[in-house]
Structures are given as structure tokens and as C-alpha cells.
């Protein structure tokens, strides 16, 4: 009676008397407990300080559940992040923290695998937005029927072949033409089918997002988003976007219509506006004007608001930057909506085509 679920008498915590488990107090703290004395609060107290879970959470049945802004074993370790900051990074796109999938410690989510040997989860992503078992028909972690074997899984989503379709690819479609009729079809004057930003499928492309009166063209070539800034404003609110280029309005100029043709800084007002924090000008990778810096055009990667980034540090999908879906902020990729993913590689909007 006395023997828990190992056969260890009273976990080897306590002493048996007729059948009921009395546990260890010698501190007289009563840490240890249950009815098997399989709970050992000793092992929230932090060495250092002699605290349970070193002042920073409460202990239950040997485990330390922190305080927000706190995490370890012992709690002992204090996020670098405020609380808000933390859920912030840890919230994925539906809303739910970690997508209620896994948990979040300071900023970055640790996800639940569900394979109790330890091995590789199917749960994955910055915030456990992917989950691979929804891409097999009947889920079994140990086969390799990912998409009934006519498709990629992306994040959980099936990516189907030419010649198939459905939520796991189980679907062939007819088309009359070959795979390689319709990739030249929908290839047009870019290097990759759709010019990277839709599907194809014999021989006509469905932009992504769909809906998205803002990508079109037969090979879905104008992306109007590129003349977003990251606030979402078209053309610095002094233009007008065509096929993802500004055209600028009288007295503007720039990528993004961002810079006015008139100045009324003085010379060294704009020059001292344009010093990065160590007193170069434009960090030696552009030129100054009306207090913003213009980086060179030769070297297209240069950017930033002293020219201080390298684009070349963004990650890239298929030889694009950002996978075409999103914006390059000083060697970080800035997803549109919809997408997720380092390069912004992975769709995961609600509708998929």
C-alpha cells in the first residue's frame, strides 16, 4: 500500500507504517509530502539564497512555476525583457501565446514535442506555429507520408506538385499541360514561377495573399506593398504606387517619395542630423539631405537611417530577399501579413489556395 507507481516504498522519501507513508521532516518544514511522498520541495530551494524558487515563485511538487520575468529551474534567472515584451514575442499570429503549443521564457518559445522519447518534435517555429502532423492523412510521427507523397509540408500546410491538389495533396488534377508548359507560363521575365509571391498551377498563377488587391499581374510581377513604408504609409503620403513603384508627386523625390526637393534647414543643421553616433556623415555610405540620409545607389544594399545596415544580412527563399514577402529592416526580415518565417517563406494566412 505504501508503494508508488515505480515500486519504490513511499518514494524512498518516508517510512511505511501500516500502510500509509510518513514522510521526512527533518527540517521540519514539511517539503516533503503526498501520498507516496512523491513531492520533494526541497528541490525548488536555490542554493545561493536558501529560498524557495529563490524568492521569485511558488513550488509545487518539486517544480518552481515563476513569477512573470523570472525563469530557471529555481526561477533565479530575470528576463532581460519587461512581462509585455516577453508575451509580445512569444504571441503567433492567431493570437495565442506560443500558439498554445509550448512556453514562453522571456521572449522565446520552448514548444511542446510530442513524442515522449525525446526525438524531434512535429511542433515548430518561432512561436509554434507549425505543426507537421497536419500535413499526414492518418498521423503516425515514424512515416514519411508527409501530403499523401505529392507535396511539400511548409509550417504544417501542404505545398502540392504540379498535377495535384487538396488540403494533403490526395487529389490529382487534370491540366493538358506538361510541368515544364506551365512553369514557363507562369515564369514570365522573373526567375521563379509567379515571380515568387503566388502558386501555379497549369500555367496560371494565384497570387498570395489571396484577396490581396495589392499583388497582381498575369505572373503576379506588381506588389504594391513595396511602396509601403513599415507604418504602412503609400508613397511617404506624397505619391502614388504603379506596379510597386512610387511616382512621386511634384516637389518630392526617393524610393518612397521621402525626401522634399526644398529644404529650409541650414547646411549644418541638415549635416548635423545626418552624423551617425560616431560623427560620420551618413556612416560614410551616402549623402545628407534636408537632415536625411540618402545611401548610395551603387551599393543596393546599403540602407538604414544613417546607411548603417546591410540588406545582405536579411535572409533570402529561393534567391529573393525576404522571399519577396515582406521588407529588409537593418538585416532583419519585416513579414507582411499572412507571412512568417526568418525569410518569410512560409504562408500562414487562413486562406490557402
Known amino acids: 500500500m505504501c508503494k508508488n507507481s515505480q515500486d519504490l516504498i513511499c518514494s524512498n522519501a518516508g517510512t511505511c507504517l501500516c500502510g500509509r507513508c510518513k514522510c521526512d521532516d527533518t527540517g521540519g518544514n514539511g517539503l516533503v509530502y503526498g501520498k507516496f511522498c512523491e513531492c520533494d520541495d526541497r528541490e525548488c530551494v536555490d542554493d545561493e539564497t536558501e529560498e524557495i524558487c529563490g524568492g521569485h515563485g511558488k513550488c509545487y511538487c518539486g517544480n518552481c512555476y515563476c513569477e512573470a520575468g523570472w525563469h530557471g529551474d529555481k526561477c533565479e534567472f530575470q528576463c532581460d525583457i519587461s512581462p509585455w515584451e516577453s508575451k509580445r514575442r512569444c504571441t503567433s499570429p492567431d493570437g495565442a501565446v506560443c500558439s498554445n503549443r509550448g512556453t514562453c521564457v522571456c521572449g522565446e518559445c520552448s514548444c511542446h514535442d510530442v513524442d515522449p522519447t525525446g526525438d524531434w518534435g512535429d511542433i515548430h ?51 493538358p499541360l506538361s510541368a515544364e508548359e506551365s512553369f514557363r507560363k507562369c515564369q514570365g521575365s522573373s526567375a521563379l514561377p509567379c515571380s515568387g509571391r503566388g502558386k501555379c498551377e497549369c ?24 511602396c509601403e513604408d513599415l507604418d504602412g504609409v503609400v508613397c511617404g503620403g506624397h505619391g502614388t504606387c504603379s506596379c510597386g513603384r512610387c511616382v512621386c508627386e511634384r516637389g518630392w523625390f526617393g524610393e518612397l517619395c521621402q525626401h522634399p526637393r526644398k529644404c529650409n534647414l541650414t547646411e549644418e543643421h541638415s549635416r548635423s542630423l ?24 551603387e551599393e543596393w544594399y546599403i540602407s538604414g537611417e544613417f546607411c548603417d545596415c546591410d540588406d545582405r544580412d536579411c535572409d533570402k527563399h529561393d534567391g529573393l530577399t525576404c522571399t519577396g514577402n515582406g521588407i529588409c529592416n537593418c538585416g532583419n526580415c519585416e513579414c507582411w501579413d499572412g507571412w512568417n518565417g526568418n525569410a518569410c517563406e512560409i504562408w500562414l494566412g487562413t486562406e490557402y489556395p
Open 125 to 175: 517555429g518561432d512561436t509554434c506555429e507549425c505543426d507537421e502532423r497536419d500535413c499526414r492523412s492518418v498521423y503516425d510521427r515514424y512515416s514519411d507520408d508527409f501530403c499523401s507523397g505529392h507535396g511539400q509540408c511548409n509550417c504544417g500546410r501542404c505545398d502540392c506538385k504540379a498535377g495535384w491538389h487538396g488540403k494533403k495533396c490526395e487529389h490529382p488534377r487534370s491540366c
Open 203 to 226: 500555367g496560371k498563377c494565384t497570387c498570395y495573399p489571396p484577396g490581396d488587391h495589392r499583388v497582381y499581374g498575369k505572373t503576379c510581377e506588381c506588389d504594391d506593398r513595396r
Open 274 to 297: 545626418c552624423e551617425s553616433a560616431d560623427g560620420t556623415l551618413c556612416s560614410g555610405k551616402g549623402s545628407c539631405h534636408c537632415g536625411k540620409c540618402i545611401c548610395s545607389a
